[in-house]
């Protein structure tokens, strides 16, 4: 007899084998119990994960010749018992129970010759005709459309069953002349235990960490489990261990994973760009290593939150692991990390060379943590614009910032011989109308007189900072002459009263022409109040 791979071999011949879909099955049994079937079922869900085998054993369980009616517990084919129906079911070579390819028959012509002039004939030996539909979104919308009205009134003893991964694409029409059930993916959990009772059975020997690592390869599907168990089996050589498991999957190791968050954590990316060269020198899958970081990084950030539950399915190292890596990144680190691989991910399945993506996607996470957390930016521009507003430094939360200069603490100005010892041009009031908010606060729309008052101060503060800097000049020399012979500084003393006295002129010179001006303006407003403005 030929080999049969396991997916076939072990395929479920009951409702209660049918693994992680409970849900389903229960409501299918109660309904072949209590004969409440419905006329038209659609079963939506990922590949793998039980949908061809319910309908089928749906189908078995209208028509098993065991009993006098449907059973919700038919034959298995091991049986010696077993009844011809429920064998030609299960090899897919009923006469009354036809499996229809919607892939392969989309046209409605194909509908028309296989079902349409079809389901008025009576079944050749069952109780019911059963039609399964697998994939049947791949159906034209002219097929759909031939098929509404036998879908809706079908003859009596036909059974419609529609398979298909893509529900959304499946007309409303349809959808709602169907009871939907909704297949879920599988845990890792159930189908290591499944693997397990297969591998005893079959006597093979393999350790549990290889089962999980199988069980994980199978994303959620039951078949691609069994078909990537099968793999490892032609692989290996007498016991499965771990690392027969990952050799032959092309699965990346947890130490691998572990040395691309440490090189992160480290910002090491000479780190990160080794274990790609690694794993390119291995002939592994860059994108399955990718999925399998996200995976990680999923059980991470699931970790962090809710700490050591049984939300992530790992081993006790890995539990130990995960702790570990966990101290070292905040919930929204993880969260961007898996943003960005996620677009990594993306990258690989379009981009022509996906080392390359790869090395990129990993500085990238790297490069991350460099980064510093919005809310802490947010708070820093708050404390920044407070200050500006205040004129007062900012609080040390935000961040130590550089305090704002004093007038004892800047340079010297006009007037301020040595920094201090003169006479200065500018009062502290002054200091504090010069704050930046008071400048951002100005008015665009002074009128002309506010700034001829300006213009006129200003004026003034030029003369005053003219006088105090020759009554500097004059101090400094007569504090230099002091030392000298009484000649010098009486010649000193003497420059000194000639500097004074011209800073006093010159200061009366500005004042004068200051009240001659504003004198002249008056005059001219009161005879023509729009010369002011122009």
Not at 249 to 278: D, F, K, W
Not at 321 to 331: D, K, N, V
Not at 473 to 491: D, F, I, L, V
Not at 506 to 531: E, F, G, V
Request: hydrophobic share 35%; charged share 25%; net charge neutral.
């Amino acid at each position: 007899m030929s080999y049969q791979v396991i997916a076939r071999k072990w395929r479920p011949q009951t409702f209660e084998e049918v693994t992680g879909q409970e849900h389903i099955t229960r409501t299918l049994r109660n309904a072949v119990e209590h004969k409440r079937l419905h006329h038209a079922y659609l079963f939506s869900g990922a590949r793998g994960v039980g949908k061809t085998t319910t309908a089928r054993l749906l189908a078995k369980a209208v028509n098993c010749h065991r009993s006098n009616g449907p059973t919700p517990t038919p034959c298995r084919t091991t049986d010696a018992d077993a009844c011809a129906s429920c064998r030609e079911i299960a090899e897919s070579r009923s006469m009354d129970v036809l499996e229809i390819d919607a892939a392969s028959n989309t046209g409605v012509d194909n509908v028309r010759d296989v079902i349409i002039e079809t389901v008025n004939k009576t079944p050749a030996r069952d109780r019911y005709r059963v039609f399964i539909i697998d994939e049947v979104h791949m159906l034209s919308t002219p097929a759909f459309n031939a098929l509404l009205k036998t879908l809706e009134e079908p003859p009596p003893g036909t059974l419609f069953i529609m398979a298909t991964t893509h529900p959304h694409k499946v007309p409303e029409t349809i959808l709602s002349r169907s009871q939907q059930f909704e297949f879920r993916t599988i845990s890792a959990q159930k189908i290591a235990e499944r693997l397990r009772h297969i591998a005893d059975e079959e006597k093979i020997k393999v350790s549990p960490d290889a089962l999980r690592e199988i069980a994980r390869a199978g994303e959620g599907s039951m078949r691609d489990a069994q078909s990537a168990f099968d793999q490892v089996i032609s692989f290996s050589e007498g016991k499965i261990e771990t690392s027969d498991a990952r050799a032959a999957l092309g699965i990346a190791g947890a130490e691998m994973l572990a040395r691309v968050m440490r090189a992160v954590a480290e910002e090491r990316p000479a780190e990160a760009l080794s274990v790609v060269e690694e794993l390119s020198a291995r002939g592994q899958d860059l994108r399955n290593f990718c999925r399998d970081l996200l995976a990680h990084l999923r059980d991470l950030l699931v970790f962090k939150v809710a700490g050591d539950s049984a939300l992530t399915d790992a081993t006790e190292a890995e539990r130990r692991e995960l702790h570990t890596q966990a101290r070292e990144f905040s919930e929204s680190d993880i969260v961007r990390f898996f943003h960005s691989l996620t677009e990594t991910e993306r990258q690989l399945r379009e981009g022509a060379h996906p080392r390359y993506q790869l090395e990129v996607g990993l500085v990238k996470l790297v490069e991350m943590r460099r980064l510093a957390p919005l809310g802490q930016i947010v708070e820093r521009l708050s404390a920044l614009e407070e200050s500006l507003r205040t004129g007062r430094a900012p609080s040390g939360g935000a961040g130590t910032q550089t305090p704002p200069a004093s007038p004892a603490n800047l340079p010297p100005r006009r007037g301020m011989a040595g920094g201090g010892g003169g006479a200065s041009s500018f009062s502290p009031e002054d200091f504090s109308a010069a704050a930046p908010a008071s400048n951002f606060n100005a008015k665009r729309d002074e009128s002309k007189t506010a700034d001829n008052a300006t213009t006129s101060k200003a004026s003034v503060e030029a003369a005053a900072s003219e006088a105090s800097d020759t009554a500097a000049y004059a101090q400094s020399h007569t504090h230099t002459a002091e030392g000298r012979a009484p000649s010098n500084a009486q010649a000193a003393d003497a420059r000194t009263r000639t500097h004074t006295d011209n800073a006093h002129a010159t200061l009366t010179t500005h004042a004068r022409k200051i009240a001659l001006t504003t004198r002249t303006r008056r005059a001219t407003s009161r005879r023509d109040p729009t010369r002011l403005r122009t």
